[in-house]
């Protein structure tokens, strides 16, 4: 569990930026990889590992793990725009609608967004579908596992095993 900071990619290997396999002080990082990409502005949860089954189970989208992300916006959210979310909306490109996702309105521009689908810039491009910009993005739980509140930004710990159970 890995508490990511903003401008460090979620990658293995970068020429241009920090990675997060570069925020540990791990002697062998060989056989390691993230499950559950954050972009490089956005901060929170990241999963590192070396179980190809336990990444699989826990980013697939087949096994609709929730993924929880305290999102800042532009503008507050308008109820047409809550119920859009609710509902599913249709991004630019996708054959088909997002799922529904679920909405906790935290104050008049934060909201709580859950997703069980894990598509390119999911959330910024389901708030401009409903005429919103994100303006920061936090991940804080993936399945069961919610990030850790004593992890301080670029600070990560070892998995508990309740955590990797599946």
Not at 58 to 79: C, F, G, M, N
Not at 137 to 150: C, K, Q, T, W, Y
Request: proline fraction near 7%.
């Amino acid at each position: 569990m890995l508490n990511k900071p903003a401008g460090v990619v979620c990658a293995t290997r970068d020429r241009a930026h920090r990675t997060v396999l570069d925020l540990l002080d791990e002697p062998n990082k060989t056989g390691l990889h993230v499950a559950g990409r954050l972009d490089i502005d956005a901060t929170g949860l990241v999963l590192i590992t070396d179980d190809g089954e336990w990444s699989h189970h826990i980013t697939s989208p087949r096994h609709k793990q929730p993924k929880t992300y305290r999102v800042e916006l532009a503008e507050p959210l308008t109820d047409v725009a809550r119920l859009a979310l609710e509902a599913g909306v249709q991004l630019n490109g996708e054959p088909r609608p997002c799922a529904p996702a679920g909405v906790e309105v935290v104050a008049e521009r934060v909201l709580r967004l859950t997703l069980t689908e894990g598509k390119y810039h999911q959330v910024k491009r389901m708030l401009a579908a409903v005429g919103n910009h994100v303006t920061a993005l936090h991940r804080e739980r993936i399945g069961s596992i919610v990030l850790d509140p004593a992890l301080p930004e670029g600070g990560y710990r070892q998995l508990l095993p309740e955590e990797v159970r599946f």
